[in-house]
């Protein structure tokens, strides 16, 4: 308050000093007397329009009255008259905050903090406003200052944890989340606290942790659908679908129309193959954001998973329409375009996302991927490296050191294998040529338990390990398909004597064929692993072999895997021999190829067994195959007995099969 004074007041209604009548003014505004104290107050300024301290109490009645604007201009007097004096300031910053001029009220926070640095209110408020206007780095340093007065505030301590998150500080985020349940919090912030740590933890990939927070931050506010979203998210991440889809369904019965939480369910339910509800979300989605680039890109990865690539690249390019940076879209533009076969735009789209996230494994390795499918095999194999930093790639320990080409002459090397059974298959031949140019004293291979017996047969000395059973001390290891890059294979130099595997000493599966007949004896296999994304492209349904089971019914021997009843009824009409129940492992499989005389098979671990066997393998392929493919050819540099019958068009199962009958009446007659 202003000093009081002795001069008596000339209005008969204002008896006493002016500091008495602000007195008594302020005791009418603290009994919620406002229209008295503004009486009071106007009169006061009547006498003395230069009265701060009236005019700071007229302001406060206006904000009590609810007008702000009103109250704003009061202030501004009361400041320009007294414009050191911090409560003013204050008072000034809070009108402006309350009326919404957020940048105003920015500098008149930071005013009043630098005059009266010890007011509580001031860092905290003057922090969560440059929080909103997401200038966090500001904020930060400003909710640091806020917790040396009140250290114990957890409210601070969240909104802080907040800032840190939002500008990428993950560590120091949860820190702060943590920090902020260990006071003594309300459920409200409490829950929040939960929630935020949940969705820290979820970025940091620490999933199991996020899951934990997650469920208690549903605990403390079982109507949030922030909580059960956040929730649903990390169960996601942690690889629960099916729990994921529950939780993001109950966010989506707190809050139904939400695009955001039907956007997360819509990415939940197409990894749960539920593609037609997805599309149903994704669909409300985009009518309610119509340019947002989260939509349009879960979209096209859903069109894409759905074998629609088409679809997808329009919606991929919609996304790019409003987000043209994002080098995420452009990635998965590339592999639609790949999915069209259309690799050389691939590769642009992929540098183009390059220059936007220019170390990206995941990037580099698609690129990689589209310049071997397109025969550059210099720049594929280099690329394709860059897989091994992929955040989902199994990264492993090994004793040792990498090798790197170099002669070892002694030691111990390690081979390992490192993804599925063909990719093991096609490139173990590559095993004698490291023992060549190695030279160690032994050579290790690892690979998957089923392949062990077969890979005993590769020419040269080897310790074959299981994966999964105990590894020796090794100088040297290397993953099996870092082994193409490192010898500098080109299209010319692919080793490709066969045959370079060879059936164990077993007795042969027994066919039941009638000794008469002196047609192929044809082994069939017309689908991959179901899990894989791409199977729907690779994978032949069974009703599109109905006219070859025909036509050659009685001379085919399926050694389909785990074939469901329907494909079963279909080969028990047409006469077929279902070998699937005499195959355990692969030694049998190779055993029934070696008694076949054709193997006939989708791009599956059986096609290049067949390869590796130097049996006569025709392979189906969809009209985007694989990479090892290469493009436009019928025959394979990596299998001399492979022959290759592509789709003429994407899906044309139909056409594909009449080609192969035509070509089996070509070769082997009627």
Not at 398 to 420: I, R, S
Not at 626 to 642: A, E, F, Q, V
Request: hydrophobic share 40%; charged share 20%; with cysteine.
């Amino acid at each position: 308050m202003v000093e009081p004074t002795t001069n008596r007041t000339q209005l008969e209604t204002l008896v006493g000093t002016p500091h008495e009548v602000l007195q008594r003014a302020i005791q009418r505004y603290n009994a919620g007397e406002y229209i008295a104290a503004l009486t009071i107050c106007q009169e006061l300024i009547a006498v003395d329009k230069h009265n701060a301290e009236a005019l700071y109490i007229l302001a406060n009645v206006a904000i009590q009255t609810g007008e702000g604007d009103e109250a704003v201009g009061l202030f501004v007097r009361a400041v320009n008259i007294a414009p050191t004096n911090a409560k003013f300031s204050r008072g000034f910053a809070d009108a402006l905050e309350r009326t919404g001029r957020t940048a105003q009220a920015i500098h008149a926070w930071s005013q009043t903090l630098a005059m009266a640095p010890d007011v509580a209110d001031a860092p905290p408020r003057l922090a969560r406003l440059l929080a909103r206007e997401e200038r966090f780095s500001e904020a930060i340093d400003v909710f640091r200052r806020a917790l040396e007065l009140t250290p114990n505030d957890p409210e601070i301590h969240h909104d802080l944890a907040v800032a840190l998150h939002r500008t990428g500080q993950l560590a120091a985020a949860v820190e702060t989340f943590e920090a902020a349940l260990r006071l003594q919090t309300n459920g409200a912030i409490r829950a929040e606290c939960h929630n935020g740590l949940a969705a820290t933890l979820r970025q940091c990939g620490r999933y199991a942790e996020a899951v934990v927070h997650g469920r208690q931050a549903v605990e403390f506010a079982p109507d949030s659908s922030s909580a059960r979203n956040n929730l649903g998210l990390a169960l996601f991440d942690s690889g629960d679908d099916q729990a994921a889809v529950s939780m993001l369904e109950e966010a989506r019965r707190l809050k139904p129309n939400d695009p955001d939480i039907l956007n997360n369910l819509g990415v939940a339910l197409t990894r749960a193959h539920r593609s037609r509800d997805a599309k149903i979300l994704f669909d409300r989605v985009l009518k309610q954001r119509p340019g947002w680039a989260e939509g349009h890109l879960n979209l096209a990865n859903l069109l894409r998973q759905d074998g629609r690539p088409d679809a997808a690249v329009e919606h991929y390019q919609a996304a790019l329409a409003a987000q043209p940076n994002d080098f995420r879209i452009h990635g998965s533009l590339a592999l639609a375009q790949m999915n069209l076969d259309q690799p050389y735009d691939a590769i642009t789209t992929y540098e183009k996302a390059l220059t936007l996230s220019p170390e990206n494994p995941e990037l580099l390795q698609g690129l990689g991927i589209a310049q071997l499918l397109t025969g550059n095999f210099d720049d594929g194999w280099r690329h394709y490296e860059s897989r091994r930093c992929n955040p989902d790639y199994a990264t492993r320990v090994f004793t040792g050191v990498p090798w790197n080409g170099e002669a070892l002459n002694g030691g111990t090397l390690l081979v390992y294998a490192e993804q599925g059974f063909g990719d093991t298959l096609q490139f173990c031949r590559y095993l004698p040529m490291v023992l060549a140019r190695a030279k160690p004293d032994s050579l290790v291979f690892e690979c998957q338990r089923p392949l062990c017996g077969l890979m005993r047969s590769l020419a040269g000395a080897y310790e074959i390990i299981a994966r999964g059973d105990p590894l020796p001390e090794t100088g040297h290891h290397i993953s099996l398909l870092s082994l193409p890059g490192l010898f500098g294979t080109t299209e010319a130099t692919i080793p490709s004597t066969s045959p370079y595997l060879s059936p164990p000493h077993i007795q042969p599966v027994a066919l039941d064929m009638p000794q008469t007949a002196m047609r192929p004896k044809i082994g069939l296999v017309w689908a991959g692993n179901p899990l894989r994304q791409d199977d729907a492209m690779r994978s032949c349904p069974v009703a599109m072999l109905e006219p070859l089971l025909a036509k050659a019914g009685p001379q085919i021997h399926t050694l389909q895997q785990a074939a469901d009843g329907q494909s079963r009824e279909w080969l028990q009409r047409y006469g077929a021999i279902d070998l699937a129940p005499d195959i355990k492992d692969f030694n049998d499989t190779a055993a029934a190829i070696s008694s076949l005389d054709l193997i006939i098979s989708v791009d599956t671990a059986t096609a290049h067994l067949a390869g590796a066997l130097g049996k006569a393998v025709w392979v189906l392929l969809g009209h985007a195959a694989d990479w090892r493919y290469l493009r436009n050819r019928t025959d394979s540099p990596w299998y001399p007995s492979m022959r290759l019958f592509r789709q003429s068009r994407r899906g044309d199962w139909h056409g594909l099969i009449r080609h192969v009958i035509d070509t089996l009446g070509e070769e082997f007659g009627r």
